[in-house]
């Protein structure tokens, strides 16, 4: 079983940055790739960006691909334990709460191939 933990939630005001990250604990031997969503209430969830262990595949969504970057520590060789998000040009539209969510498989912007999602980290953009 892997643990998820996300860090980085706030406030920022509308253009700013800000950077989220994500802890990884447990059997994260089995894990390939970690990514985010992202879901506000009664919204649908929404597939924010991915990253896999290998190659450094990354995939992200089209409405945030331009703005936001992910990557993963880079201490060891396909090190998958800590995973960081920066969001840059934030906008109103991108208030929400982001989950960390992980696969054993490559990236993927449906959410029934992620196995684990952490508690979620709440980020208001202000206008």
């Known amino acids: 079983q892997v643990q998820l933990e996300e860090a980085g939630g706030g406030l920022v005001q509308s253009g700013g940055s800000q950077v989220l990250s994500c802890a990884a604990s447990?059997?994260?031997?089995?894990?390939?790739?970690i990514g985010w969503f992202r879901q506000g209430p009664g919204k649908e969830r929404e597939f924010v960006a991915a990253i896999s262990r290998k190659e450094d595949r990354v995939k992200y969504a089209d409405t945030v691909k331009d703005r936001f970057t992910i990557s993963r520590d880079n201490a060891l060789v396909n090190a998958l334990n800590t995973v960081y998000l920066q969001m840059n040009r934030l906008k109103p539209r991108d208030t929400t709460v982001y989950y960390c969510?992980?696969?054993?498989?490559?990236?993927?912007?449906?959410?029934?191939?992620?196995?684990?999602w952490g508690q979620g980290t709440q980020v208001t953009v202000s206008s």
């Open positions: 969510v992980a696969t054993f498989f490559k990236p993927s912007d449906s959410a029934d191939s992620y196995v684990s």
């Open positions: 447990g059997h994260t031997a089995s894990i390939s790739t």
